[in-house]
């Protein structure tokens, strides 16, 4: 199983950015895939997931502004990021592992190298 992200960069506040995760090795057809982002000396904190019915849930920083998507014929999870703010400099990663009791689980197994996202003022 392989997560792979891309699309981090810099930009300027009220810019927007794209990541994607190439998944690879998994098959899973209940699943939980999801973004999530870390700053240093901080927790990390789930930013937006995505499961196998189609539900969606976003921490309430980014609702409105953050979309969470996937295209299944190319296996890949998307983050598409608009209105950028300073605050959402951070490291991204996504992960991935299946539903738990149908619902997203607390903890993933699967975890991506993550991707630098970084917002200028």
């Known amino acids: 199983e392989k997560l792979v992200e891309s699309g981090g960069g810099s930009v300027q506040s009220g810019g927007s950015l794209r990541l994607s995760c190439a998944a690879s090795g998994y098959t899973y057809i209940d699943y939980c895939e999801g973004w999530f982002r870390q700053v240093p000396g901080k927790q990390r904190e789930a930013v937006a997931l995505?499961?196998?019915?189609?539900?969606?849930n976003y921490a309430d920083s980014v609702k409105g502004r953050f979309t969470i998507s996937r295209d299944n014929a190319k296996n890949t999870l998307y983050l598409q990021m608009n209105s950028l703010k300073p605050e959402d400099t951070a490291k991204y990663y996504c992960a991935a592992d299946r539903l738990y009791f149908g619902s997203c689980p607390a903890r993933y197994n699967y975890w991506g190298q993550g991707t630098q996202v970084t917002v200028s003022s």
């Open positions: 995505l499961d196998s019915d189609g539900y969606t």
